[in-house]
């Protein structure tokens, strides 16, 4: 079993900055992949920004130039660092790890959630 454990959130105020990270523990071969979706009552959940083994990464439009992701796969860390942030950022922010077991193979796992509120 896999778990993913994530932190950082609260409130801030517009302009602002938070950083969130989150841990892996468990049965871990390989972390594929690891990065942010984040979701407001009513709506999908959407890609925040996420970084695959290789480094490569992928954000969403709106965390372009503001948000960044970084990952310790040795660690098996994800860190998500947000800068200038705007009300429209505030919902709840996921972690979520591809993890490789040779039991499973790979399998995508999530985090319980962290609440980010962004005040005007």
């Known amino acids: 079993q896999v778990q993913l454990a994530e932190s950082g959130g609260g409130l801030v105020q517009s302009g602002g900055s938070l950083r969130l990270a989150c841990a892996t523990s468990?049965?871990?071969?390989?972390?594929?992949?690891m990065g942010w979706y984040r979701q407001v009552p009513g709506k999908d959940r959407e890609l925040v920004a996420n970084?695959?083994?290789?480094?490569?990464?992928k954000y969403a439009d709106s965390a372009k130039g503001r948000f960044s992701i970084s990952m310790d796969n040795t660690k098996r860390t994800v860190s998500l660092q947000m800068n200038s942030l705007r009300p429209e950022d505030t919902a709840d922010y996921y972690c979520?790890?591809?993890?490789?077991?040779?039991?499973?193979?790979?399998?995508?796992?999530w985090g319980q959630g962290t609440q980010v509120s962004v005040s005007s």
């Open positions: 468990g049965d871990v071969d390989v972390v594929n992949s």
């Open positions: 970084m695959e083994k290789s480094g490569s990464t």
């Open positions: 979520t790890a591809n993890v490789y077991t040779r039991r499973l193979g790979s399998v995508q796992y």
